[in-house]
Every structure is written in structure tokens, then in C-alpha cells.
């Protein structure tokens, strides 16, 4: 069983920068690809981005695309989303994720363990 604690959310103005960290626990972290979903308000969940094994490969939401950049690091097991120039659409409660498929997974229903979430609040 694989632990994920999300970190690094907080309040921030339009334009402005956040880094999300995900701890995960375990001796199999580079085994898994990862990714980050979000989940605002009366809404569904929905993707962000994700990044494979080895850390080669990475995708995102066209909604992100040019703003956010996932990256790991698997000695600190740990995956990253780099968010700047963020918008008040990006408020949302957000989720890290494992998956052991070896692609990138893009749905919800392909990931295994999921993080408690870090909220993230962007200002007008």
C-alpha cells in the first residue's frame, strides 16, 4: 500500500506561482507513474497532468498547458506540480495519484492510491 501526503497549497493573487509537493511512502515509488487531478467546488473531478516511471514523459490538461510542470524526484519520492501564471479558474482542491499502468494515465479510474488533497486558492 502506497501513503500520499500533498503539500504547498495555500492563497495566492492571479499571476502568481505555487509548487505542490506529494511525499509518498514505500520502496516502490519509481515503479509508479503519477499524476495530479483537481476538484473545485460542484465539480467534478478532473485531470491535470501526469508523468511516467522514469520521469521521460509528461502530459497535461490543455487547460494547464504552458502554465503547470509536473517532475519527481524518486530518491525524495516525491512528485511536484509547478503551477505559475495562475488563474481564479485554477481554485480547486487539488490530489496527487499512483497508477501502475505504463502509460499515462489520464483518468481517475486508472489510478490506485490517492492523497488527502491541498487546497489552492487563486484571488482576482
Known amino acids: 500500500q502506497v501513503q500520499l501526503v500533498e503539500s504547498g497549497g495555500g492563497l495566492v493573487q492571479a499571476g502568481g506561482s505555487l509548487r505542490l509537493s506529494c511525499a509518498a511512502s514505500g520502496r516502490t515509488f519509481s515503479t509508479y507513474a503519477m499524476g495530479w487531478f483537481r476538484q473545485a467546488p460542484g465539480k467534478e473531478r478532473e485531470f491535470v497532468a501526469a508523468?511516467?516511471?522514469?520521469?521521460?514523459?509528461?502530459y497535461n490538461a490543455d487547460s494547464v498547458k504552458g502554465r503547470f510542470t509536473i517532475s519527481r524526484d524518486d530518491a525524495k519520492n516525491t512528485v511536484y506540480l509547478q503551477m505559475n501564471s495562475l488563474k481564479p479558474e485554477d481554485t480547486a482542491v487539488y490530489y496527487c495519484?499512483?497508477?501502475?499502468?505504463?502509460?499515462?494515465?489520464?483518468?481517475?479510474?486508472?489510478?490506485?492510491?490517492w492523497g488527502q488533497g491541498t487546497q489552492v486558492t487563486v484571488s482576482s
Open positions: 495519484a499512483t497508477s501502475r499502468l505504463p502509460i499515462l494515465p489520464r483518468f481517475s479510474s486508472q489510478y490506485d492510491y
Open positions: 508523468i511516467n516511471r522514469s520521469g521521460g514523459v509528461t
